[in-house]
DNA sequence: GAGTTTGAAACT
DNA sequence: CAGTTTCAAACTC
């Protein structure tokens, strides 16, 4: 969680910048001249410029680090008292988001404020000032833990590969762009609470520079989410980012309705309202809040429809709808839960036995989480790590890299030749490495001896028929024939409309994706985006823009594929999947859906 | 759905 | 650090 706490120190500065903004005279300059508001676009689009709609980007998914990084870092800059502040508020957001259950209300009382009115919000956010403090504390505890800065330069490398830190830092972001929002909304001569009416109905110009800002602020929380077709994706992305699983169904279910008015989509209100609710609300606990959330009847009605869709997909594809954890013994608070070790909080899904990961017990939780990291610091870290060289290699000479990324501390398969999801490596898309301890390793992504595709390929040659090459070269690269169990579970994926737009599937899921329809995958799309790297989501992004049947030609065309996303550009996209949800043949709830949930309230600063 | 297999996590 | 046990997911039937 080195990250995404970093993260929010560093974007704390932004807060810095609207303060001054806050001062009458900044406000009133600023109804004056509309050169002031556009002032704060540049910075906007600096981050926007990011967007994923820039094609040349999709092909350059390192990049998304750097800029992210860059990023960051002017944020940087800000006053390290400014900083603080700014964190204890996002902290304390978060603690209010993640805590699901007890703080719920608070959170949708902090949270709706947005829309409502600042002294509102500002009301609320005191009120939950303990929390704050609370999450000061823990952020200030977890940074006793060495070498923080060393850490989130890790982090940034590691693009974001455990749930965790991607959604850590969406969060951050949608925080970063909400205080903003908030900050704006409040200070603004007009004092007018941001809501999405106002958005829509208030003058174009305004409208056009808060988008904008909103628009750049939360590029990366688009760019994890929704590389979505329309803008509206952008501004559901946001929500999203705030939770990834609900926030991703609601966005979902928003872009549903293709005649939204987009800036009523984008308002800040309604991000806000719908991030908050989602983080609150587990995912697919309350399909009755989700249509709640929903102001046209028709959203809820194809909210409603989705819930039933999307479990019926999931059981379809093996897995128990919603299915999350089922842990009997270990109380959720050891590695062994999927939910604990994701960084998330149990939820209604699960199937655990005396649970004790949820907001209820969070003192319990962090005290085990810390326990475990002391231990072990990479503990929660994101399992497959991205190879900072993975860019090089694939420059250079992809058949020499195996994987973009590796498995952190590498698998130790004896018998199931790294062929199955019993293989952490496999599970998370990526090949096997020197680290590796497997026996008989035939992972599909890469060899622990370095064999790659074409290598095995020719091993196997002599044993396999050239059909069966093909096709397993087939299954490498392409989306429809996933090494081993995938396709069963890519089908689905593709079907969901939501996630297409959001999910940065791995080469697999990727192409898929356009096809993917409404399903538990959902789930996965939200999630996906978390893991994903902005890169990847410009790839989406790309893709959307395309025809479903040139999509679907892309998924059938492995060197399509190939191409689009580079030869490495599979192995580089599975890494963020992978060891959160992405593996495109996880359809199941099962791991990847854990990923969706509701984070702790902190995260460890080794993400 | 129950039972088995598997390998990571935890323990000694 | 190595060996063993525990655990829950993945898998099979």
Same mark, same amino acid.
Request: proline share 7%; hydrophobic share 25%; with cysteine.
């Given at each position: 969680?080195?990250?995404?706490?970093?993260?929010?120190?560093?974007?704390?500065?932004?807060?810095?910048?609207?303060?001054?903004?806050?001062?009458?005279?900044?406000?009133?300059?600023?109804?004056?001249?509309?050169?002031?508001?556009?002032?704060?676009?540049?910075?906007?689009?600096?981050?926007?410029?990011?967007?994923?709609?820039?094609?040349?980007?999709? +092909?350059?998914?390192?990049?998304?680090?750097?800029?992210?990084?860059?990023?960051?870092?002017?944020?940087?800059?800000?006053?390290?008292?400014?900083?603080?502040? /700014?964190?204890?508020?996002?902290?304390?957001?978060?603690?209010?988001?993640?805590?699901?259950? *007890?703080?719920?209300?608070?959170?949708?009382?902090?949270?709706?404020?947005?829309?409502?009115?600042?002294?509102?919000?500002?009301?609320?956010?005191?009120?939950?000032?303990?929390?704050?403090?609370?999450?000061?504390?823990?952020?200030?505890?977890?940074?006793?833990?060495?070498?923080?800065?060393?850490?989130?330069?890790?982090?940034?490398?590691?693009?974001?590969? /455990?749930?965790?830190?991607?959604?850590?830092?969406?969060?951050?972001?949608?925080?970063?762009?909400?205080?903003?929002?908030?900050?704006?909304?409040?200070?603004?001569?007009?004092?007018?609470?941001?809501?999405?009416?106002?958005?829509?109905?208030?003058?174009?110009?305004?409208?056009?520079?808060?988008?904008?800002?909103?628009?750049?602020?939360?590029?990366?929380?688009?760019? +994890?989410?929704?590389?979505?077709?329309?803008?509206?994706?952008?501004?559901?992305?946001?929500?999203?980012?705030?939770?990834?699983?609900?926030?991703?169904?609601?966005?979902?279910?928003?872009?549903?309705?293709?005649?939204?008015?987009?800036?009523?989509?984008?308002?800040?209100?309604?991000?806000?309202?719908?991030?908050?609710?989602?983080?609150?609300?587990?995912?697919?606990?309350?399909?009755?809040?989700?249509?709640?959330?929903?102001?046209?009847?028709?959203?809820?009605?194809?909210?409603?429809?989705?819930? *039933?869709?999307?479990?019926?997909?999931? /059981?379809?594809?093996?897995?128990?709808?919603?299915?999350?954890?089922?842990?009997?013994?270990?109380?959720?608070?050891?590695?062994?839960?999927?939910?604990?070790?994701?960084?998330?909080?149990?939820?209604?899904?699960?199937?655990?036995?005396?649970?004790?990961?949820?907001?209820?017990?969070?003192?319990?939780?962090?005290?085990?989480?810390?326990? !475990?990291?002391?231990?072990?610091?990479?503990?929660?870290?994101?399992?497959?790590?991205?190879?900072?060289? /993975?860019? !090089?290699?694939?420059?250079?000479?992809?058949?020499?890299?195996?994987?973009?990324?590796?498995?952190?501390?590498?698998?130790?398969?004896?018998?199931?030749?790294?062929?199955?999801?019993?293989?952490?490596?496999?599970?998370?898309?990526?090949?096997?490495?020197?680290?590796?301890?497997?026996?008989?390793?035939?992972?599909?992504?890469?060899?622990?001896?370095?064999?790659?595709?074409?290598?095995?390929?020719?091993?196997?040659?002599?044993?396999?028929?050239?059909?069966?090459?093909?096709?397993?070269?087939?299954?490498?690269?392409?989306?429809?024939?996933?090494?081993?169990?995938?396709?069963? !579970?890519?089908?689905?994926?593709?079907?969901?409309? !939501?996630?297409?737009?959001?999910?940065?599937?791995?080469?697999?899921?990727?192409?898929?994706?356009?096809?993917?329809?409404?399903?538990?995958?959902?789930?996965?799309?939200?999630?996906?985006?978390?893991?994903?790297?902005?890169?990847?989501?410009?790839?989406?992004?790309?893709?959307?823009?395309?025809?479903?049947?040139?999509?679907?030609?892309?998924?059938?065309?492995?060197?399509?594929?190939?191409?689009?996303?580079? *030869?490495?550009?599979?192995?580089?996209?599975?890494?963020?999947?992978?060891?959160?949800?992405?593996?495109?043949?996880?359809?199941?709830?099962?791991?990847?859906?854990?990923?969706?949930?509701?984070?702790? *309230?902190?995260?460890?600063?080794?993400?």
């Amino acid at each position: 969680m080195d990250t995404p706490e970093k993260s929010v120190t560093q974007i704390g500065t932004p807060v810095s910048k609207l303060k001054v903004e806050d001062s009458p005279v900044f406000n009133y300059i600023c109804s004056l001249s509309p050169i002031k508001t556009l002032k704060s676009i540049p910075i906007t689009q600096t981050l926007s410029s990011l967007n994923f709609t820039s094609p040349p980007s999709v +092909f350059t998914s390192p990049h998304a680090v750097s800029h992210k990084e860059s990023r960051f870092r002017s944020q940087k800059d800000g006053s390290a008292s400014k900083e603080v502040a /700014s964190i204890g508020e996002e902290g304390n957001e978060e603690a209010l988001v993640e805590n699901s259950e *007890p703080a719920q209300s608070l959170k949708n009382d902090c949270n709706t404020p947005r829309v409502t009115n600042d002294v509102r919000d500002n009301g609320c956010c005191e009120d939950s000032g303990k929390d704050l403090q609370k999450m000061l504390d823990n952020v200030k505890k977890k940074s006793e833990t060495p070498d923080w800065e060393t850490l989130i330069a890790a982090t940034t490398e590691l693009i974001y590969g /455990s749930p965790r830190e991607s959604e850590a830092f969406s969060c951050l972001l949608k925080r970063t762009s909400n205080s903003e929002a908030r900050i704006r909304g409040g200070t603004m001569p007009t004092s007018k609470p941001v809501s999405n009416t106002d958005v829509g109905n208030n003058e174009s110009e305004s409208l056009d520079a808060l988008s904008i800002l909103h628009r750049g602020v939360r590029r990366r929380c688009l760019d +994890f989410e929704i590389p979505g077709n329309n803008q509206q994706t952008l501004g559901e992305s946001s929500s999203s980012c705030v939770v990834p699983s609900i926030g991703l169904h609601l966005n979902t279910i928003a872009m549903s309705s293709k005649d939204n008015n987009v800036a009523n989509e984008y308002s800040f209100s309604g991000d806000i309202k719908v991030g908050l609710q989602s983080s609150a609300t587990p995912l697919l606990q309350s399909p009755h809040d989700i249509v709640r959330e929903n102001e046209t009847g028709k959203d809820a009605g194809q909210i409603i429809e989705e819930v *039933p869709k999307r479990k019926s997909e999931q /059981s379809g594809e093996g897995g128990s709808s919603c299915k999350r954890c089922n842990c009997k013994k270990s109380k959720c608070l050891k590695l062994y839960c999927e939910c604990f070790a994701a960084g998330v909080y149990c939820i209604e899904p699960c199937s655990c036995i005396d649970c004790f990961n949820k907001p209820i017990h969070e003192d319990v939780v962090l005290a085990t989480r810390k326990q !475990i990291e002391s231990r072990n610091p990479l503990a929660f870290a994101p399992k497959v790590i991205r190879n900072s060289d /993975s860019i !090089i290699e694939v420059g250079e000479d992809a058949s020499k890299t195996p994987a973009s990324a590796r498995h952190k501390r590498g698998c130790n398969c004896k018998k199931s030749n790294c062929l199955k999801k019993y293989c952490e490596c496999y599970q998370g898309g990526v090949g096997c490495s020197i680290n590796c301890r497997c026996e008989g390793c035939k992972n599909a992504f890469g060899r622990k001896d370095g064999s790659l595709f074409e290598q095995d390929e020719e091993n196997e040659t002599s044993g396999k028929s050239g059909t069966t090459k093909t096709q397993q070269n087939a299954e490498l690269f392409n989306p429809a024939a996933p090494p081993s169990t995938p396709l069963p !579970i890519r089908q689905p994926l593709a079907q969901l409309p !939501i996630s297409s737009n959001n999910r940065l599937l791995p080469p697999q899921s990727h192409f898929h994706h356009g096809a993917i329809g409404s399903s538990s995958s959902g789930i996965y799309n939200i999630r996906k985006p978390d893991m994903s790297l902005l890169s990847h989501s410009r790839i989406e992004t790309i893709t959307e823009d395309i025809d479903d049947d040139m999509t679907e030609n892309l998924i059938h065309s492995p060197i399509a594929n190939i191409n689009s996303l580079s *030869p490495n550009s599979k192995r580089v996209s599975l890494p963020h999947l992978d060891s959160s949800e992405s593996s495109p043949w996880r359809r199941n709830g099962g791991r990847n859906l854990i990923r969706s949930f509701p984070t702790f *309230p902190s995260l460890t600063p080794h993400h």
